[in-house]
């Protein structure tokens, strides 16, 4: 596929180099599935609240995917059953310097850890002025992410403060649901408006509808609408450019040749979800681009020099 030079595969955005911070991990398998015994330690540079915060926003439960190249954070909810999906990813190498990881074995060298973004989030908060630190991997009452964060001081002596942080361990058996999800076959791809705009906008049509049109065409024109039996309401915009994705983005060998450039494809999707995805967003893209196939989803994405976040709607009739 010959897609955009910051997106580094059919899906996933590229992530730039993030300077600083460095990572060591040390793991160990004595037993794989629903009883994994494993130890690890992250020490790392304290830029990642901002993305769980905004991770906590979309979901109160997700998973956190560790391999040897990558961590993700995934949501994966049946989009063909009306429930939503995120999938964002961080490069280890742009996050530390040193990276080490053990998983099961060398076929499946990963780990999966179901944990409650929102307790990680406010455990990172609190030490964001910290000199140091280490999150790691341990069995307490349960498995934990435990954060030690060594906090600057005056004096000689370190000042030390713990987090403890539940997970779940998912078995290996379940893993395939978490992987990458695949391209949707969009008829349109977009640049957003800027994001705090879209937000305000949105706002405002939450107060007289439950759910929102999305629009847009290849002549970079987007709209959002609302429709109810009192009152009509659409927001314009213009001239927001479109992504130049190869010819074979799609599945059909391209979204743009199958259609006129001023024809408009468009979702009709829960408006609570889309503000869901706005007022958390703390990433401050540097791109931030959506995918509309007709009728059937609207695919989200945004771009940033140590991060992409994509998420996932469905259309409803």
């Given at each position: 596929m010959n897609i955009p030079?910051?997106?580094r595969n059919p899906v996933t955005a590229a992530v730039e180099r993030m300077a600083g911070g460095c990572v060591n991990v040390a793991k160990n398998h004595r037993s794989c599935d629903s009883s994994l015994l494993w130890r690890c330690i992250f020490v790392f540079v304290m830029t990642s609240p901002g993305v769980v915060t905004t991770?906590?926003?979309l979901s109160k439960m997700c998973v956190l995917r560790l391999t040897p190249d990558n961590l993700f954070f995934v949501l994966s909810g049946k989009v063909a059953n009306g429930g939503v999906s995120m999938w964002c990813e961080l490069s280890q190498a742009n996050f530390f310097d040193e990276y080490q990881m053990e998983?099961?074995?060398?076929?499946?060298n990963e780990i999966c850890l179901e944990v409650t973004p929102e307790n990680l989030s406010r455990a990172l908060k609190t030490v964001q002025n910290a000199k140091t630190v280490k999150v790691k991997l341990t069995r307490k009452h349960c498995p934990c992410l435990t954060i030690a964060a060594e906090l600057p001081t005056l004096s000689s002596t370190?000042?030390?403060?713990?987090?403890?942080v539940p997970v779940?361990?998912?078995p290996r058996r379940l893993w395939?649901?978490?992987?990458e999800p695949s391209m949707p076959d969009f008829d349109v791809s977009i640049y957003l408006p800027p994001l705090k705009t879209m937000k305000n906008v949105v706002d405002r049509m939450k107060n007289l509808s439950n759910f929102l049109v999305m629009e847009a065409n290849w002549s970079g024109e987007m709209n959002l609408k609302i429709e109810t039996d009192l009152v009509a309401v659409t927001t314009h915009f213009k001239d927001l450019g479109n992504p130049q994705w190869g010819d074979d983005a799609s599945q059909d060998g391209g979204g743009r040749r199958s259609r006129e450039a001023e024809a408009m494809a468009q979702a009709r999707?829960?408006?609570r979800r889309l503000q869901q995805f706005l007022i958390g967003q703390q990433v401050n893209p540097s791109k931030a681009m959506c995918n509309i196939v007709h009728q059937g989803l609207v695919h989200l994405i945004l771009l940033h020099e140590d991060v992409s976040l994509q998420y996932f709607i469905p259309a409803v009739a």
């Open positions: 030079s910051t997106v991770i906590s926003k998983g099961v074995s060398s076929e499946a370190s000042r030390v403060v713990t987090h403890d779940d361990v998912i395939h649901e978490f992987k999707v829960d408006i």
